[in-house]
């Protein structure tokens, strides 16, 4: 069995509860809607947000078919003290999938960073240029991943 398999998947690491965790990590970095880089079903996305508003770890804007959530300050405290644990979950992580692949997941999160932030002052031009680099290294991928 391979790790990510053993693991029932990149996120599925995080044991019982741990999830809440990672959605306050990924609310930290910025305010978002109810699905943002990783989807999960509506199932497992709203009750953790139900119940991070009902602690005070979230705060909540928006109509009823377009809210947005951000973190609290109750949250980032929150967050802040379990920073060691999440840490160690994803040192875990890491070690289980191998050195490589974990060096290789951090760099694809890295770059959906930088273009996330980035993205609403992209120009055309430039994101043409983005685009054929994507379209390149996707066929590199491609060929590499043949081998």
């Known amino acids: 069995m391979s790790a990510p398999e053993k693991f029932g998947g990149f996120f599925h690491f995080f044991g ?21 880089f990783y989807k999960p079903s509506a199932g497992a996305i ?8 009902r602690k005070g770890y979230l ?3 928006g109509e009823e ?4 959530y951000r973190i609290t300050r109750e949250g980032k405290a929150y967050l802040r003290s379990r920073r060691k644990e999440i840490e160690q ?5 890491e070690s289980a999938v191998g050195p490589e692949r974990a060096a290789l997941f951090r760099e694809f999160r890295a ?9 609403s002052e992209v120009t055309p ?19 590499i991943l043949s081998k």
């Open 65 to 68: 078919r377009r809210k947005t």
């Open 125 to 143: 031009n430039q994101a043409d240029e983005l685009r054929r680099i994507v379209v390149e290294m996707r066929e590199k991928a491609l060929r």
């Open 89 to 93: 979950r994803f040192r875990a992580f």
């Open 16 to 36: 019982k509860g741990d999830f809440k965790g990672l959605v306050l990590h990924l609310l930290e970095e910025r305010p978002m809607h109810g699905y943002g």
């Open 111 to 119: 770059t959906w960073k930088l273009l996330k932030t980035n993205m």
């Open 59 to 61: 705060s909540v804007s």
């Open 46 to 53: 709203y009750p953790a947000l139900r119940a991070l508003l």
